[in-house]
């Protein structure tokens, strides 16, 4: 029992290295500490003595190390202590054992280390969330060492230890020059930092009300995507921000979705655009099943529950008439709130690709197949970015707001790269687009035609034409800003003729013919997309397939009659681009 107290009390021993500095520093009246930051690869200034330069980096290996330690002491130490410390003190007053009166000062001397880390815990919390609201766009080195000298030294002068670097969205290079790597503990150390950021997040919630998160969070997100960009040593380029620039009404942006990075990088690649003399506040629209059912992510991570604080709508994608209600929840939301909703119209993560090695070359954008009509051209986009769009309209006409509604149409690039649908292990080195497209504005007056029905029954058909118009518009707006149509017939005519050795008159041939038949529609797009999630062995057969088409000029019902045999063919594929 005894030697079990003195293990635990070791265990706290760094809690108590910091109470008695800090104890020390009170009891002298000694400034705040400032850090020296990591400027050089993270082991310091080189311009200092070699002794000075050594004890730099143990301090912050030491404050690394404690890093990662402190939740697990804290859930898997701590906790269990506490309850074992109550029960061995009902024993002893019921008179069962007298255990603890024999171990008594080992007893209370871990107990007061426990509250002591949870009381220092939360002092570098609220220290961090001030930092962040303060410098949104600060240096992810520069906040992380400070609030890992904070949580294992304490004392720390948060605001003024050497000078702040501040980066710039627009262009951010975290590249080394080394090859790029797949790891799962590139995976694992962005969720401790995205745990401990959630739970920096929630503790102000608690303490210091919504409205403060309400001003925290846009900082801590853009915060939370450059260290992501940071640890999968990246590179991000964002272009066409200006177009927002002295925009005034409500916001809808509008992405394409190929990863998880997609919703972490928004916050930081948008996070110096200008849209009513503001940032962008965005609040995305999430998939209940993923952020507010899942236990994991909503409670022991915090991020579905900050993503709840912050105002952010959860959808129930199985059940059309919640997930209705949740839309029109989110249009009272952006009449009626200074916050911009963000969506992602397909619904769910495209699949990723690869080259001919297996190695990762993005994601899709038409493999987002709906399974009841996997054959039509929109059947990758959902209705429910439509739906939100009317429902908007509608509540600002109710409410007789003259104001503008924007739609935002932004590309995303080279996000599947890092994280692909279904996959673990991160890939570094990667290079990310954010690409600002056309901004589309309505007005509440556009809707008023499709209300001045008498009849429910044409009110509903205007309603229906309005949707399926929008929805066409969001696969356009999509695929021009993204340059997809170029993209995936260069892919395809330069493996033709690297792979199958095809002249250069077939070459010309094809592309004249699939721009003759893109005059009728996008099956050509479609099927080469869709060919591309396929596993690799399958390509050389269809795409033979899709050549023999063009090349004969076969009836347009033949290539429709093949998408959906390679649509359904993509759905019984799970498509994997690891080897």
Request: aromatic share 12%.
């Amino acid at each position: 029992m005894q030697l079990l107290l003195i293990l635990v009390f070791f265990v706290y021993l760094m809690p108590l290295v910091k109470l008695l500095h800090l104890m020390v520093r009170s009891l002298f009246f000694l400034a705040p500490v400032k850090v020296s930051l990591p400027q050089d690869g993270g082991h310091g200034d080189y311009k200092k003595p070699v002794g000075k330069r050594v004890s730099l980096k143990l301090l912050h290996l030491i404050s690394r190390v404690e890093y990662i330690v402190a939740p697990l002491r804290h859930w898997f130490v701590g906790i269990p202590f506490v309850v074992f410390f109550i029960t061995v003190m009902t024993l002893e007053l019921l008179g069962r054992t007298k255990t603890a009166s024999q171990n008594m000062f080992l007893l209370d001397a871990v107990l007061v280390l426990f509250f002591w880390s949870v009381y220092s815990r939360q002092t570098a919390y609220a220290k961090a969330a001030e930092f962040l609201r303060s410098f949104p766009l600060a240096h992810a080195e520069d906040f992380l060492v400070r609030f890992q000298f904070e949580l294992t030294f304490g004392g720390i002068d948060f605001f003024h230890s050497g000078d702040l670097r501040r980066v710039d969205p627009e262009y951010t290079n975290f590249k080394k020059g080394i090859r790029p790597l797949k790891s799962r503990l590139v995976f694992l150390k962005g969720l401790i930092d995205t745990v401990y950021l959630a739970h920096i997040c929630l503790f102000v919630f608690r303490r210091m009300g919504a409205h403060y998160l309400f001003n925290l969070f846009d900082g801590a997100a853009a915060y939370w995507g450059q260290r992501m960009l940071m640890l999968t040593h990246s590179c991000l380029a964002v272009n066409g921000i200006e177009a927002l620039k002295e925009k005034r009404g409500r916001f809808i942006f509008i992405f394409n979705h190929k990863s998880a990075f997609d919703f972490i990088l928004a916050f930081f690649a948008l996070s110096t655009a200008e849209i009513n003399g503001r940032r962008p506040r965005l609040r995305f629209i999430l998939a209940k099943d993923h952020f507010r059912d899942n236990p994991l992510v909503y409670r022991l991570f915090g991020v579905g529950r900050v993503c709840e604080a912050a105002k952010m709508i959860f959808i129930a994608r199985r059940d059309r008439t919640k997930s209705s209600e949740d839309l029109k929840r989110a249009a009272r939301i952006i009449v009626n709130n200074e916050i911009d909703v963000a969506i992602f119209p397909q619904g769910t993560r495209a699949k990723g690709n690869c080259d001919r090695a297996f190695k990762r070359r993005d994601a899709g954008f038409y493999t987002t197949i709906n399974k009841k009509d996997p054959a039509s051209q929109l059947s990758h986009i959902k209705k429910g970015t439509s739906y939100l769009v009317w429902d908007t309209l509608y509540e600002m006409h109710q409410t007789q707001r003259d104001d503008e509604l924007h739609l935002v149409f932004v590309g995303i690039n080279g996000t599947a790269s890092i994280l692909p649908k279904g996959k673990t292990r991160v890939q570094t080195m990667a290079d990310v687009q954010f690409t600002v497209g056309d901004v589309v504005t309505l007005t509440p007056q556009i809707i008023e035609d499709c209300l001045d029905h008498t009849d429910p029954q044409a009110i509903e058909a205007s309603k229906k034409e309005f949707l399926s118009e929008i929805n066409s518009l969001i696969n356009q707006k999509l695929v021009s800003v993204l340059q997809l149509h170029d993209l995936l017939v260069q892919r395809y005519l330069t493996e033709l003729k690297g792979q199958f050795r095809l002249s250069d008159e077939k070459i010309l041939s094809l592309r004249q013919n699939i721009l003759e038949l893109s005059e009728r529609g996008d099956v050509v797009y479609i099927l080469l997309d869709r060919i591309y999630g396929l596993p690799v062995p399958q390509w050389n057969g269809y795409l033979s397939q899709l050549t023999h088409f063009l090349l004969e000029k076969s009836e347009y019902a033949r290539f429709i009659n093949f998408l959906e045999e390679i649509s359904f063919e993509l759905l019984k594929n799970e498509y994997h681009v690891d080897k």
